[in-house]
């Protein structure tokens, strides 16, 4: 007996020392160390690895972290959010209602060891902007009256009349047509978009061998007016011992531009230059320009390990780029002096008239561009400096430099902090212009002397201009300097949070060597950034594993009686687990409008859908975009504390009704984007029995997304609110109460939940409040495979009508928007899969998909069909 638990324990022993034995290596592993030449070489190498990470920690900031998948890196799993502010700009006296650009961007990414020494590493981004950005420079007399709202957004006024003197100066001339002096200040025109959605995808699949890594990979991104696919190849080569690094990759970018053209600027815009890209749609006369354009691009970069605790890096890349390479959106004032009409001008002046034209730049472009940086690990400070430069230079005359630094301290506890600033000084485009002079008619028209009819009309000769012109401040001599800081906090179980600040400002003094821009074009701006990043090595290495062949089974098996993907709260954690997860979802509406159950026809729309007001406009399709990062943790076993931030993004597209006047304003798709709101709950455990569960949940929804977002400016006059669909939130403070039972007996697995919103607060900042919903719905669900498992789930939900209506302008032509028009009983089945990865690298992730079909609607009012929705949901506990 004494022999046997000897052996026992002995075996103990030895399966405790080989599981310390394998945690060691895998850890020295994925921290880069290897085994030295020398034993002298031992304390260089951990220096090392401190060096390594925190460049890696410097390098990776929220908010500016590399939108290209890179699979030779660490795994991770990573969450940012970032918020870019730009500040007034300079107009002087001349007031704009325009408010400035703002982004808000998600970006989310995922590097994984699939098997062996596969990687996957992929990227998903999203920005939503709105604001004003300016889409020319003009004379600020230009008009003759400094306070004339050419800068107020107000796109007819972009063309006007000037006067200039002998030397081409801007004159202010009186209301007697008296020159009262020379104003040469110049001021951009602003221009507001409703707000716009971009969305990027990219993939790499990389291969390591001892010394080589070998990647591709592609993805594509995607706007309303803007779409492009990419490809990629590139590698690592090591040698030296893995001292010195050779890294190289090449990419090709195919891009479309179908940019639709201002409704209101179209008038006051000469597109001549373009009329063969240009596309007119017969049914609204909605204008395109088409542009298409090719990027090929090659890098090639060294790193080189000069000591224990310094590292090198210098690389070069080439960028061609081929076709449509404009700004569709950028136009260039010209002042056009015809000698038929100088008898106007005072003596000594020249009269001109003032025209946009679409810019034109030229159709290839060559870029080059050469950087070196330098990481110095500090031992008396714990600390590792960043030092880095850059040179570019193109073929259209731009040489820009830019200097950075960067300092990565250790506070303690797990907290870093990195401070950095950076300088960017760059020569303006040969063919950058604040505005063009030409004296040439725009138009010459010859009419017939008696009856006054226009006989013929020329337009001005475009060979008197020069070949590309462009007053895109992007392509103007400036400098710019910025500074931020990072903080970052090391949680327990290989969890990263990181915030950051960064200013920037912008201004032509500020360029190498003077010469810049004038002041009308300097601005600043501010970004914010949130992030959240998961160590997937040491996640690997924190989680249990028990008998060889039985690692996450316990893990396993509680992911697989988990509820459907489309179910939110259907779960608890144990006492002190962690649980990270990323849930999407996507909702359409298209096809008929209902009215109660039925469709209804565009007549019975046009006479009853706009509370009395005739309609000439219905949604012909509305896409719905939700991403909500999961957080839960489990102080005590009874208690659940969960946190749910949230973006969306959504599009619709509206059509004229039959019989109706077509609008353009609104026969075409616009979106909306950016934070949604967030969501705590606090999950109290009811029961838990053999095979049966029951929890209550109580929440509480922030009112963090906006409510209101407005259309883009028309005629200088107030855009008005979007439609209630389309606002980012509720508005209002929301309480989200829920009951769940959850029961499982063998592979089968069951459950149901009650579910509500209940608004506190009857109406919001914008004057209206959505309605109160409630949701029933039970599942069940098979394990297939030990891994794998299928449900089925039937879904009840109740909406109230909204409450109140926009306090300001909005539309009245659309059943959208009217509150008359929402709410209603849904009934909906959903069918969904579930994955766990039940053992190896990846063990404990779980996948789960699910799609909710529509079997019966009743609304009220007139409403889109809605056609379905789709739940994805990724999470890992720990």
Same mark, same amino acid.
């Given at each position: 007996?004494?022999?046997?638990?000897?052996?026992?324990?002995?075996?103990?022993?030895?399966?405790?020392?080989?599981?310390?034995?394998?945690?060691?290596?895998?850890?020295?592993?994925?921290?880069?160390?290897?085994?030295?030449?020398?034993?002298?070489?031992?304390?260089?190498?951990?220096?090392?690895?401190?060096?390594?990470?925190?460049?890696?920690?410097?390098?990776?900031?929220?908010?500016?972290?590399?939108?290209?998948?890179?699979?030779?890196?660490?795994?991770?799993?990573?969450?940012?959010?970032?918020?870019?502010?730009?500040?007034?700009?300079?107009?002087?006296?001349?007031?704009?209602?325009?408010?400035?650009?703002?982004?808000?961007?998600?970006?989310?990414?995922?590097?994984?060891?699939?098997?062996?020494?596969?990687?996957?590493?992929?990227?998903?981004?999203?920005?939503?902007?709105?604001?004003?950005?300016?889409?020319?420079?003009?004379?600020?007399?230009?008009?003759?009256?400094?306070?004339?709202?050419?800068?107020?957004?107000?796109?007819?006024?972009?063309?006007?009349?000037?006067?200039?003197?002998?030397?081409?100066?801007?004159?202010?001339?009186?209301?007697?047509?008296?020159?009262?002096?020379?104003?040469?200040?110049?001021?951009?025109?602003?221009?507001?978009?409703?707000?716009?959605?971009?969305?990027?995808?990219?993939?790499?699949?990389?291969?390591?061998?001892?010394?080589?890594?070998?990647?591709?990979?592609?993805?594509?991104?995607?706007?309303?007016?803007?779409?492009?696919?990419?490809?990629?190849?590139?590698?690592?080569?090591?040698?030296?011992?893995?001292?010195?690094?050779?890294?190289?990759?090449?990419?090709?970018?195919?891009?479309?531009?179908?940019?639709?053209?201002?409704?209101?600027?179209?008038?006051?815009?000469?597109?001549?230059?373009?009329?063969?890209?240009?596309?007119?749609?017969?049914?609204?006369?909605?204008?395109?320009?088409?542009?298409?354009?090719?990027?090929?691009?090659?890098?090639?970069?060294?790193?080189?390990?000069?000591?224990?605790?310094?590292?090198?890096?210098?690389?070069?890349?080439?960028?061609?780029?081929?076709?449509?390479?404009?700004?569709?959106?950028?136009?260039?004032?010209?002042?056009?002096?015809?000698?038929?009409?100088?008898?106007?001008?005072?003596?000594?002046?020249?009269?001109?008239?003032?025209?946009?034209?679409?810019?034109?730049?030229?159709?290839?472009?060559?870029?080059?561009?050469?950087?070196?940086?330098?990481?110095?690990?500090?031992?008396?400070?714990?600390?590792?400096?960043?030092?880095?430069?850059?040179?570019?230079?193109?073929?259209?005359?731009?040489?820009?430099?830019?200097?950075?630094?960067?300092?990565?301290?250790?506070?303690?506890?797990?907290?870093?902090?990195?401070?950095?600033?950076?300088?960017?000084?760059?020569?303006?485009?040969?063919?950058?212009?604040?505005?063009?002079?030409?004296?040439?008619?725009?138009?010459?028209?010859?009419?017939?002397?008696?009856?006054?009819?226009?006989?013929?009309?020329?337009?001005?000769?475009?060979?008197?201009?020069?070949?590309?012109?462009?007053?895109?401040?992007?392509?103007?001599?400036?400098?710019?300097?910025?500074?931020?800081?990072?903080?970052?906090?090391?949680?327990?179980?290989?969890?990263?949070?990181?915030?950051?600040?960064?200013?920037?400002?912008?201004?032509?003094?500020?360029?190498?060597?003077?010469?810049?821009?004038?002041?009308?074009?300097?601005?600043?701006?501010?970004?914010?950034?949130?992030?959240?990043?998961?160590?997937?090595?040491?996640?690997?290495?924190?989680?249990?594993?028990?008998?060889?062949?039985?690692?996450?089974?316990? +893990?396993? %098996?509680? #992911? @697989?009686?988990? &509820?459907?993907?489309? *179910?939110?709260?259907?779960?608890?954690?144990?006492? =002190?687990?962690?649980?990270?997860?990323?849930?999407?979802?996507?909702?359409?509406?298209?096809?008929?409008?209902?009215?109660?159950?039925?469709?209804?026809?565009?007549?019975?729309?046009?006479?009853?859908?706009?509370?009395?007001?005739?309609?000439?406009?219905?949604?012909?399709?509305?896409?719905?975009?939700?991403?909500?990062?999961?957080?839960?943790?489990?102080?005590?076993?009874?208690?659940?504390?969960?946190?749910?931030?949230?973006?969306?993004?959504?599009?619709?597209?509206?059509?004229?009704?039959?019989?109706?006047?077509?609008?353009?304003?609104?026969?075409?798709?616009?979106?909306?984007?950016?934070?949604?709101?967030?969501?705590?709950?606090?999950?109290?455990?009811?029961?838990?029995?053999?095979?049966?569960?029951? +929890?209550? %949940?109580? #929440? @509480?929804?922030? &009112?963090?997304?906006? *409510?209101?977002?407005?259309?883009?400016?028309?005629? =200088?006059?107030?855009?008005?609110?979007?439609?209630?669909?389309?606002?980012?939130?509720?508005?209002?403070?929301?309480?989200?109460?829920?009951?769940?039972?959850?029961?499982?007996?063998?592979?089968?697995?069951?459950?149901?939940?009650?579910?509500?919103?209940?608004?506190?607060?009857?109406?919001?900042?914008?004057?209206?409040?959505?309605?109160?919903?409630?949701?029933?719905?039970?599942?069940?669900?098979?394990?297939?495979?030990?891994?794998?498992?299928?449900?089925?789930?039937?879904?009840?939900?109740?909406?109230?009508?909204?409450?109140?209506?926009?306090?300001?302008?909005?539309?009245?032509?659309?059943?959208?928007?009217?509150?008359?028009?929402?709410?209603?009983?849904?009934?909906?089945?959903?069918?969904?899969?579930?994955?766990?990865?039940?053992?190896?690298?990846?063990?404990?992730?779980?996948?789960?998909?699910?799609?909710?079909?529509?079997?019966?609607?009743?609304?009220?009012?007139?409403?889109?069909?809605?056609?379905?929705?789709?739940?994805?949901?990724?999470?890992?506990?720990?």
């Amino acid at each position: 007996m004494a022999a046997t638990d000897r052996q026992r324990r002995t075996r103990r022993r030895v399966r405790i020392l080989r599981w310390l034995s394998l945690r060691l290596a895998s850890f020295l592993r994925l921290s880069g160390w290897r085994r030295p030449a020398r034993p002298s070489r031992r304390p260089a190498a951990r220096t090392g690895a401190s060096l390594r990470a925190l460049t890696a920690a410097a390098l990776v900031l929220p908010g500016i972290a590399p939108v290209a998948a890179r699979a030779a890196e660490d795994d991770e799993v990573s969450f940012q959010y970032g918020h870019y502010q730009e500040g007034e700009r300079h107009l002087y006296d001349v007031h704009s209602d325009a408010k400035p650009l703002q982004v808000d961007s998600l970006l989310v990414n995922g590097r994984f060891t699939l098997f062996d020494r596969f990687k996957l590493a992929v990227n998903y981004l999203q920005d939503s902007w709105s604001g004003a950005t300016p889409i020319t420079t003009a004379p600020l007399v230009m008009g003759g009256n400094r306070s004339h709202d050419g800068v107020s957004g107000a796109t007819p006024f972009i063309n006007g009349d000037l006067y200039l003197d002998r030397h081409g100066n801007p004159l202010e001339v009186n209301g007697f047509g008296e020159v009262t002096g020379t104003n040469t200040q110049n001021v951009h025109t602003l221009s507001s978009a409703s707000q716009e959605t971009r969305q990027q995808l990219d993939a790499q699949l990389g291969h390591e061998w001892d010394d080589l890594e070998l990647h591709g990979g592609g993805g594509f991104s995607y706007e309303n007016d803007y779409e492009s696919w990419f490809a990629q190849l590139g590698g690592r080569w090591d040698f030296d011992q893995k001292r010195t690094s050779l890294s190289f990759g090449g990419s090709v970018t195919a891009s479309d531009t179908t940019a639709l053209l201002d409704h209101d600027a179209v008038p006051y815009i000469d597109t001549s230059a373009y009329r063969d890209q240009i596309h007119v749609d017969p049914q609204t006369g909605n204008r395109t320009l088409n542009g298409q354009r090719r990027d090929w691009s090659a890098q090639l970069g060294l790193t080189r390990i000069l000591g224990p605790n310094t590292r090198l890096d210098a690389g070069a890349a080439f960028v061609r780029s081929r076709g449509y390479l404009e700004n569709p959106y950028k136009v260039v004032e010209v002042a056009f002096i015809d000698p038929a009409q100088q008898i106007v001008a005072p003596p000594g002046t020249s009269f001109a008239q003032v025209r946009a034209l679409l810019e034109q730049r030229p159709n290839v472009r060559n870029q080059w561009t050469f950087d070196v940086r330098l990481a110095q690990y500090l031992e008396r400070f714990d600390a590792a400096l960043h030092f880095g430069y850059r040179y570019y230079h193109d073929d259209w005359g731009i040489d820009a430099n830019t200097l950075e630094a960067s300092w990565s301290q250790p506070l303690g506890h797990g907290w870093l902090i990195t401070p950095r600033i950076r300088y960017y000084s760059q020569s303006a485009a040969d063919f950058y212009v604040d505005y063009l002079v030409s004296n040439q008619a725009y138009q010459t028209v010859v009419s017939d002397p008696d009856t006054g009819d226009i006989i013929s009309l020329t337009p001005f000769n475009p060979r008197l201009l020069p070949r590309s012109f462009s007053s895109d401040q992007r392509l103007s001599g400036f400098g710019a300097l910025s500074g931020g800081l990072t903080l970052s906090k090391q949680l327990a179980n290989g969890i990263r949070l990181e915030s950051s600040f960064e200013y920037y400002t912008h201004e032509g003094k500020l360029k190498l060597g003077g010469g810049g821009e004038g002041s009308f074009a300097d601005y600043d701006y501010w970004v914010i950034g949130l992030g959240l990043r998961l160590d997937a090595n040491a996640l690997h290495a924190f989680q249990p594993s028990g008998a060889p062949g039985d690692e996450h089974e316990g +893990h396993a %098996g509680h #992911g @697989l009686t988990r &509820p459907p993907a489309g *179910v939110m709260l259907g779960h608890m954690l144990g006492a =002190g687990d962690t649980m990270v997860g990323f849930q999407y979802m996507f909702e359409r509406r298209s096809g008929d409008v209902l009215h109660g159950a039925s469709s209804a026809s565009d007549a019975q729309i046009a006479a009853s859908g706009c509370e009395g007001d005739p309609c000439r406009s219905a949604p012909r399709r509305m896409d719905m975009n939700m991403y909500m990062l999961d957080l839960m943790w489990a102080p005590i076993d009874w208690l659940n504390l969960m946190l749910m931030p949230s973006m969306v993004d959504m599009q619709m597209d509206l059509r004229a009704l039959a019989g109706s006047e077509v609008d353009p304003h609104t026969s075409h798709e616009h979106s909306t984007g950016g934070l949604g709101d967030t969501r705590a709950f606090a999950l109290l455990r009811l029961f838990d029995s053999e095979g049966q569960h029951a +929890h209550l %949940g109580l #929440g @509480l929804s922030v &009112p963090i997304g906006d *409510v209101n977002v407005q259309f883009a400016p028309s005629h =200088g006059e107030a855009g008005g609110f979007e439609h209630y669909d389309m606002q980012l939130g509720s508005g209002t403070w929301d309480f989200l109460p829920s009951l769940t039972y959850t029961g499982r007996l063998e592979r089968l697995a069951w459950g149901a939940q009650a579910s509500g919103v209940v608004r506190l607060q009857h109406v919001n900042r914008s004057g209206y409040g959505l309605g109160d919903v409630v949701q029933l719905t039970a599942w069940s669900s098979y394990d297939l495979q030990r891994w794998l498992s299928a449900s089925l789930r039937g879904v009840y939900t109740r909406q109230g009508r909204i409450a109140g209506e926009f306090d300001g302008t909005h539309g009245t032509t659309d059943p959208v928007d009217f509150p008359s028009n929402s709410g209603g009983e849904y009934w909906d089945v959903g069918v969904g899969l579930g994955a766990t990865v039940p053992s190896g690298y990846l063990a404990g992730n779980r996948l789960s998909v699910e799609w909710l079909q529509p079997v019966a609607q009743q609304v009220k009012g007139y409403q889109l069909e809605r056609r379905g929705s789709l739940f994805v949901l990724w999470s890992v506990d720990f």
